[in-house]
């Protein structure tokens, strides 16, 4: 199993520009989520979903969408991207009945300039 | 409210001394906890979990917790340290008010020297 592959690795952006970070995971989990990395403060939590069809927003969603229509792939959209939005972006999983393990991507590096 | 304290920004320590890493929480009810641990540019990966039942829980790469309710701790510890443990820890709590996610402490960065 390839586990959690995020795509792009990195990215710099121009203020206003949009773009689609992916996310696939290969685990057949019922659970996926974005986390934003910024220094110093830990893991935010933008988007989560429970299953296809299903998403919810987590304590920082504000100029971010996302859709889930597989159960494999969940990605994140930045539209009209701003200097704030800079930061590192794991996508996480997790199976159904497992205790809240999260199983995390390897990240996208993301700057607007 | 919920959260999650990781009181040291950095903590420093010579390669084959025991390491210490703290967590304390504030959750209502019976804690999950979890530590993770972050490598240079790479994902979170998972360390070791308590859920309930013995004090002490035992990880991957000779990591242990010792989870202490009467403190609100959930302290992170290796008995030597190596070169290699250098990185960047994060320890959680699940949130009670929606068990589907965490809740995480800032990090803590472990600097071991040779």
């Known amino acids: 199993n390839a586990g959690v592959t995020q795509t792009p690795k990195f990215r710099i952006l121009k203020i206003g520009q949009s773009m689609t970070l992916q996310c696939t995971q290969d685990m057949n989990h019922n659970y996926m989520y974005w986390y934003r990395q910024d220094p110093g403060m830990g893991l935010k939590l933008i988007y989560y979903s429970v299953g296809a069809g299903i998403t919810d927003k987590g304590e920082v969603p504000n100029g971010y969408n996302v859709s889930r229509s597989t159960t494999e792939d969940f990605p994140l959209r930045l539209e009209l991207a701003a200097p704030s939005q800079t930061s590192v972006y794991f996508c996480a999983s997790k199976p159904l009945l497992n205790y809240n393990e999260q199983f995390f991507g390897p990240g996208t590096r993301l700057t607007v300039l | 409210a919920q959260s999650v304290a990781q009181p040291e920004d950095q903590v420093n320590v010579a390669e084959g001394n025991p390491l210490t890493v703290k967590c304390t929480y504030s959750?209502?009810?019976?804690?999950?906890l979890f530590w993770y641990v972050q490598y240079p540019n790479r994902g979170l990966q998972f360390l070791l979990k308590y859920i309930t039942g013995d004090n002490l829980v035992k990880g991957s790469y000779g990591f242990e917790a010792e989870f202490n309710k009467s403190q609100t701790s959930f302290h992170l510890k290796k008995p030597s340290a190596l070169v290699s443990d250098s990185a960047l820890y994060f320890c959680?709590?699940?949130?009670?008010?929606?068990?589907?996610?965490?809740?995480f402490g800032t990090g803590t960065r472990l600097q071991v020297f040779p």
């Open positions: 959750v209502s009810g019976n804690p999950y």
């Open positions: 959680a709590v699940r949130d009670m008010r929606n068990t589907d996610k965490l809740i």
